[in-house]
């Protein structure tokens, strides 16, 4: 009886001193640290089980975000999507959803004063993300990610979970969408057959490499057809943007305002400028000077329009004209554009991936999210469920679309999605709509080809970069130099993007000496300082 007493007491003993360590631990987290994921939601949340999700506690989440337009719709879009994540995860989400033009202005006042809300839309469009990762703002997910986030983690590349790195944590959860910069163009097959021209798809990789293509096309064209020369070959919205003429990745500025650069190691080389490691300015290169002359000589022999005028504009859309640009685009229907001949599309042999085009959208979780787990559960759903995604993106199935053939490309016609439906009354129409979740996870809209996730991967996967993704300029020492540079750039920027230029030279010149005296060697070395720490401080 003696002994059967001794074994209860340590027992009792063990017991006591197992609580006391386990509240020690509690007690000792960092407040600031999310607390490691929990069992019941330890589980890859496609591995839920569909049907008796109400074993597990029910949990109510809010997300803001925004969508392209609020439509007629909404309400029973967001009961279905409620209806569909309680059967999967017991867990429903109040989706405050606000028009995209709306959202900044919105969301900004809710977060800043601290109010409900487990996870919001960050990017050029709401919250930014690079001042507010700084000041303590977000939930660092690495921790979660491998558990909660396993096939989104294999729909984004590596550089997209870098770009939302910040000392040492991860902080957001890139948009899956086209993230990489491709530059794609449509011809005119119809003309190109008729005068036997060939596309030059094996050297194309910038639109430097079509221009001996473009003025072969004009020259024959016009050679053929007398009567037609003079039509321009191109649109003005063809020009004025030097990324589509050279490879670099922008460090301060744009696409179109490349204040400071650095090249891409196997891409693209600039003069005097190790790739990835050193910068310069772009209007410091003879390679901005090509890009000007070839924009004035575009002018010169009326290769583009450059004004509007109504019947010189719908020639590009008779036949007479080469094609037209887009950017990213994926779909390569002719039908969809509407253009009366035959067309195909071409991509450049090179894709770019830039910290600025990863930041533009993505998910945060910010420190007052109320279940981190849950929250993440709903977002990998988001990602990776088909018949959730398309509800996101296109209302309640048999509602807003149908599917039919199952061919994965949705029909809207008979739906309160025809096309014949008034814009705002419609069900649910947001494509791409990445503030909804992946756009890759969807059923593509009408006109787009089955297999448009597939493309938009592989686009993505073969992006090349400066080995500088996550990196941002913090402009705070050089605010006066910056303001005066963007001063002279938008004096001299449309001169030469529409080639007005009389003297070429002597403009860039001038150009080019008002930079300097406002400062931009200031910002150079500014840049250059920061790029230097930040790689050493990473291991590049």
């Known amino acids: 009886m003696k002994k059967t007493f001794v074994r209860i007491l340590a027992f009792l003993l063990v017991l006591c001193m197992s609580f006391s360590m386990t509240a020690c631990g509690a007690k000792d987290q960092p407040e600031d640290t999310p607390a490691a994921p929990s069992e019941e939601a330890s589980a890859n949340p496609s591995a839920q089980p569909e049907s008796g999700s109400e074993e597990r506690e029910h949990v109510e989440l809010i997300f803001y975000t925004h969508a392209n337009a609020i439509f007629a719709g909404y309400d029973k879009t967001m009961a279905a999507v409620n209806e569909y994540l309680k059967e999967k995860l017991n867990t429903t989400v109040d989706f405050r959803i606000y028009d995209q033009s709306t959202y900044k202005d919105t969301v900004n006042p809710a977060f800043m004063s601290g109010d409900e809300m487990d996870c919001l839309l960050v990017g050029s469009t709401g919250i930014d993300f690079v001042t ?137 080389d600039y003069e005097g400028v190790k790739s990835g490691e050193e910068v310069t300015s772009y209007f410091y290169t003879d390679e901005f000077r090509e890009y000007c002359e070839i924009i004035k000589g575009f002018r010169d022999n009326g290769l583009i329009q450059f004004e509007f005028n109504p019947e010189e504009y719908t020639s590009l859309y008779d036949g007479d004209a080469i094609g037209g640009i887009v950017w990213g685009d994926l779909s390569v229907d002719a039908a969809q554009r509407g253009y009366p001949f035959e067309t195909t599309m071409h991509y450049a042999n090179a894709s770019t991936l830039m910290t600025s085009g990863m930041l533009a959208a993505g998910f945060a979780l910010p420190v007052q999210c109320s279940n981190v787990e849950r929250t993440l559960e709903v977002i990998e759903l988001l990602n990776t469920d088909q018949y959730l995604a398309t509800m996101m993106h296109f209302g309640p199935e048999g509602i807003g679309w149908t599917d039919a ?136």
């Open 132 to 268: 507010n990762v700084s000041k303590n703002a977000f939930i660092d997910i690495s921790s979660y990610i491998d558990t909660y986030l396993p096939g989104t983690k294999a729909r984004l590349p590596e550089a997209a979970w870098e770009a939302y790195s910040y000392q040492g944590g991860i902080y957001g959860i890139c948009s899956i969408k086209d993230l990489a910069n491709q530059l794609g163009i449509y011809t005119n097959d119809t003309l190109l057959n008729d005068l036997g021209i060939e596309f030059p798809a094996d050297t194309y990789y910038t639109w430097k490499d079509l221009v001996p293509f473009f003025y072969e096309v004009q020259a024959a064209r016009d050679a053929k057809y007398p009567e037609k020369a003079g039509k321009p070959m191109l649109a003005a919205n063809e020009a004025g943007q030097s990324i589509f003429y050279d490879f670099y990745d922008f460090l301060v500025g744009s696409y179109s305002t490349p204040l400071v650069i650095t090249g891409i190691p196997g891409l693209q």
């Open 405 to 540: 053939d199952n061919d994965g490309v949705l029909e809207f016609e008979g739906t309160e999605n025809d096309p014949s439906i008034e814009w705002l009354e419609k069900c649910w129409y947001q494509w791409y709509g990445f503030g909804l979740g992946a756009m890759t996870a969807s059923k593509a809209p009408e006109g787009y080809p089955a297999d448009f996730a597939d493309r938009v991967f592989e686009m993505n996967k073969n992006g090349k970069d400066s080995g500088n993704l996550g990196f941002t300029f913090d402009a705070t020492n050089v605010q006066t130099e910056l303001a005066a540079c963007n001063a002279v750039m938008d004096e001299y920027m449309s001169t030469f993007n529409y080639g007005t230029a009389s003297d070429l030279d002597a403009t860039i010149d001038e150009f080019v000496n008002k930079l300097k005296a406002n400062g931009l060697d200031t910002i150079i070395a500014e840049c250059q300082t920061q790029l230097t720490e930040w790689r050493a401080a990473n291991g590049k």
